[in-house]
């Protein structure tokens, strides 16, 4: 399928040579003129894919219930910063404010409410739908524009779509892979630049040809910012996303419109393009700026968090209906063979600072 972004990529290739996956990644999603973010409304059953705040509001419920004891961690400061990076609609925030006013109105009214969103269409929407939410909500288009102050921040699917870069194994060596044009069709092919083998996992030597292995270092980048943040001010960051908890190798760049996977190249700017997070670089990203790190499977944060019972509590007084959507509601954030495994949740804080249920 040709698109205008398409169309665009494959002549700027002819003139002036192949481009990165990084590259590729950055103008399909973020285009001004034709990238995917900046143009389309991706969310919910009527999108191209739903998050978990779309599932059901019990997850925004429990990361609410999360915050607040991050804040009693932390002493229960009055300068707070409650922080959501990527916001989409506003759906998790919307939750996580409604919550907090019931459970932990103190510090609901003494948070800045700080929203780190880069597209102008979606903070209309966002602030649309927040509007009188909470006493002081304020947006931002970078997080170090935010106010100081102890930090509370949350991220869901976020660090996936933010640009990798890959490398295919040729030759016994991995050298970069890029993105050519052949009979004005978009294809991958390899580069002549390799990688720093300090930079690659233990056993690269033993992968075999045509091993694929992902580097970010635009994910690298805005987590040494949130670390560098929580460990001067504190705080703590929840980041949540799909990946993978061990560094390794594989292709895991993916395509989805419409709730179906397809090729990376079929629909540039119309389709959403993302890939895994490599969680383990992440945390020892935070390790090395003296915050402490930790991660669990989705499944296993919802449960300790008290999925179950807030469920049970939805449904008490529910028809049959409803408490069927209730369970297929729970199963969808936290069965082994939907979120729960496949989705991981990072928590970072400050080197005083222990947060359930990480440590």
């Not at 192949?18 to 950055?26: E, Q, R, S, T």
């Not at 143009?39 to 429990?62: C, H, K, N, Y």
């Not at 999360?66 to 998790?92: D, F």
């Not at 630049?193 to 690659?200: F, V």
Request: charged letters at 20%; hydrophobic letters at 45%; glycine letters at 8%.
């Amino acid at each position: 399928m040709t698109t205008p972004l398409k169309n665009r990529l494959v002549r700027l290739i002819e003139t002036a040579g192949p481009i990165g996956v990084a590259d590729y990644m950055a103008a399909c999603l973020g285009d001004r003129e034709a990238g995917y973010y900046t143009t389309r409304e991706p969310f919910g059953r009527e999108g191209d894919f739903i998050t978990a705040p779309e599932v059901s509001q019990m997850f925004g419920e429990l990361i609410a219930v999360w915050c607040t004891g991050a804040w009693a961690a932390l002493g229960s400061p009055q300068n707070a910063v409650l922080c959501e990076i990527g916001p989409g609609r506003g759906t998790l925030m919307a939750d996580m404010l409604r919550t907090l006013a019931r459970i932990a109105p103190d510090f609901l009214r003494s948070a800045r409410v700080a929203m780190v969103e880069t597209s102008p269409r979606l903070t209309e929407i966002q602030q649309e739908k927040l509007n009188g939410a909470a006493p002081s909500i304020n947006w931002y288009r970078d997080i170090q524009e935010i106010p100081e102050g102890p930090l509370i921040l949350v991220a869901n699917e976020l660090f996936d779509a933010l640009p990798i870069r890959q490398y295919v194994k040729a030759n016994g060596r991995f050298v970069e892979r890029l993105v050519t044009a052949i009979n004005q069709q978009l294809c991958f092919t390899a580069g002549i630049s390799s990688i720093n083998a300090a930079l690659l996992p233990t056993g690269h030597g033993q992968a075999p040809e045509g091993a694929i292995f992902e580097a970010a270092p635009a994910r690298t980048a805005l987590m040494q910012r949130i670390a560098e943040r929580i460990a001067a001010d504190r705080g703590a960051a929840l980041l949540i996303d799909y990946g993978h908890l061990e560094a390794g190798f594989g292709d895991t760049l993916q395509a989805v419109s419409k709730h179906q996977f397809q090729d990376v190249f079929e629909k540039p700017g119309e389709a959403d393009l993302t890939s895994h997070v490599d969680f383990a670089a992440l945390a020892e990203t935070a390790r090395a700026l003296s915050c402490r790190a930790a991660t669990m499977t989705q499944c296993d944060f919802l449960l300790a968090m008290g999925l179950l019972d807030r469920a049970g509590q939805l449904g008490g007084d529910k028809d049959e209906t409803a408490q069927e959507q209730i369970r297929s509601d729970v199963e969808r954030l936290a069965g082994s063979d939907q979120m729960g495994t496949l989705f991981k949740v990072l928590c970072v804080s400050d080197g005083r600072t222990r947060i359930f249920p990480f440590g």
